[in-house]
């Protein structure tokens, strides 16, 4: 049944985008491209009638199972407690409801709540995001009493799903181990993620995928928050076949020392905002529909960085500690191999430690005795731009900073919150942000910077003054949100800044911190095998124009073997081609050879970027193994207008020497020149690269092929 048909049979105009209303029915719709989510008052409370590609009907029950067709009995999208009371449909009252449309294609429904036994508001925020089929939901309380309330869960997303056999994907990995893809079949209890570390993505992402077999939908979901999350998943036995059982799921930010949140008097909060979406499709559409909302509507964009920069980055060859001669060295090399962007990493500020000395950010005068601004004047003078590297939330044991204002501090136990060698600013506090922007300010002005990458190298954890009864529940929230809006201050006072996010590699990467930066770091291993499986994961959580990586050779040490033959060279400088490229390495040891096949493959990424930043991405081969991956890995780019497309295909381990690949997202009817390594193979049509496939053949395993394809007109 197509969506106009059901809307049809609802009583409504067919919908491709927004919400609608039926008084008969007291349903709203929200439509997102091919995307539905069904809202319906019964009773006096609001249930989830349906949640799935457009268009169909809320289903019916097996034989097996008693609840009527047209029950709503557990299809719920509130969830939580406060004192001890739930917030699930029956405890909600619906006091009034508003459509708007807050700007061209985007709709919103706010639903207010008052709870049935408590002195509590809950309004619902939907937003339904143009045509790429992504619904949002964000959740404020407040509190209307005399006294504080205790909110003890209140989860961004919560649901009732339909029955049927489940499995869920999740991505996974600690530092070094970034984003692995997993999937496991959901059984009989609970199965459940908890984040408590302080970053978001150190261990797992807020970000899941489950896969309802029996109906064949897969539901997937992100939340936008950057500190501490729970992620649960239940079915509880009832007498009858498990498959016939719901599925409860639920997604959203934990409080500090694992809760409760303490709303006073009078006082509103607001959960992060959790991103959803659904299709029939597999699991790369699905991951397609959300990055298609992260780039249009979320992740900000600068001038500067489209196209995207190809970078040279001073870490891995000078980690921690370098000289102006040694960085004009590099940069000399740098812009032969075409560089467009040379970021100087940490160690410029140190006079012996980096990591204890940070705060302070005045150039170290013994390795720079003319300041920076004469590495800065000759970086330009290459023809690239100039970029540096801050930790700004932090500050080192040793810095003068510190040592001024202590009370510029989260703390814990009435003390500065000390971990390793840092301490952590409170960004909540206003003294705070205006010292950190007179940094920025004077990068930019002294400098010239156009590229600021900001790094975070710290378990903050989740335990935070007040430590007693009156403790709130949201220090690390309310830091975070105020650090969310730093970043939008400096983005609006410098729009042509480059930001890029980093967190001792990729453990700080999500929805929430995405919303205020332009790229970020992917991983600090830069091992050209794990370098895959890190590129395979970030792109299906994210679009591939934020997931930066760089060569940086056979060790993390920045050397590259100048033995090994030329097409190792290409397969190590094309891993991390998957997204946004650079290059850091002992390029001053390089030979004339090497220094021209990276030239060469930098020039074809310049070209190869075009359909990169932003295209529908495809994943054609399981994911590659972390360490001592075997077989073929390969990733494909098609652009929104089905014009161009791009297949990078990577020969690995234990391998045969061709292998057909099956193409997607290619226009049916259209027909497209093939170009292989720059060579022409044929014009086939998209029916025939989908149907019957391309063979891709490399005649020694640890090679890689990168195919174009260009629709003829």
Partial sequence: MVAGTMLAILGLTPLRAGVQYDPASRRWTLMSGGVEYRLRQQDGAVYLEYFGPAGQPAGKPSPETSVPADSLAGRYDTAGQV?????????LGLTSYDVSQPRTGVDELRLVFKHRRLALEMAARYTTWGETGVITRQLTLVNHGDRPLRVEVLPSLSWGLPAGKYELTYLYGAW??????????????????????GRSTHGYSPWFCLHNQDRGVRYLAQLAYSGNWEMRFER????????????????GMRFDFGG????????????PLVAFTATGGDLDEAANQLHRYQRQYVIPRTPTNDPLLVQFNSWYPFPGKMTVDQMKRCADIAAELGAEVFVLDAGWFNKKDWSRELGDWQADRVAFPNGLEELARYVRSKGMQFGMWVEIENLGVDSQTFREHPDWCLTYNARP??????????????????????????????????????????????????????????VL???????YAWLDEARAAYPKLVIENCSSG????????????????????VAPLASLQLGYGCTVEFVPEVCNHWLVGDKDTGEVVLTNPPGWWDFILRVPMTGQFGISSRVFDWSPELKKRAAENVALYNRLRGVIMGADVYHLTPPPAHEDPVGWSAMQYVAPDQTR?????????????????????????????????????????GRELSEAGLAVELNEEWRTAVVELQAQS
């Fill in 236 to 251: 509880v036995p009832g007498g009858q076949r498990l498959e016939n059982e719901g599925l409860s799921a639920s997604l």
């Fill in 260 to 271: 409760p949140l303490r709303l006073a008097a009078r006082e509103s909060f607001t959960a």
């Fill in 645 to 685: 497309s791009l297949l990078m295909a990577y020969r690995l381990g234990k391998s045969g020497p061709s292998k057909v690949f099956k193409l997607r997202g290619l226009a049916e009817s259209r027909r497209y020149q093939i170009t292989i390594e720059g060579k022409s193979a044929g014009v086939f049509s």
């Fill in 477 to 483: 929230y309310r830091h975070l949100t105020s650090y």
């Fill in 417 to 474: 919150l000390l971990v390793a060698d840092r301490y952590h600013l409170n960004f909540a506090k206003p003294e705070v942000r205006q010292w950190a922007r007179a940094v920025l300010d004077r990068l930019v002005r002294d400098y010239g910077i156009a590229w600021l990458k900001i790094d975070y190298n710290i378990d903050i954890g989740e335990r935070f003054d007040p430590s007693g009864v009156d403790r709130r529940g949201d």
């Fill in 83 to 91: 004192e001890g009371q739930g917030l699930l449909p029956e405890d």
């Fill in 506 to 525: 990729g453990t700080r990467f999500d929805l929430g911190i995405m919303a205020h930066a332009h790229t970020t770091w992917l991983s600090d291993n």
């Fill in 176 to 197: 070094g181990e970034e984003r692995q893809l997993a999937s496991e079949p959901l059984g009989p209890g609970r199965r459940s993620f908890v984040s408590t570390r």
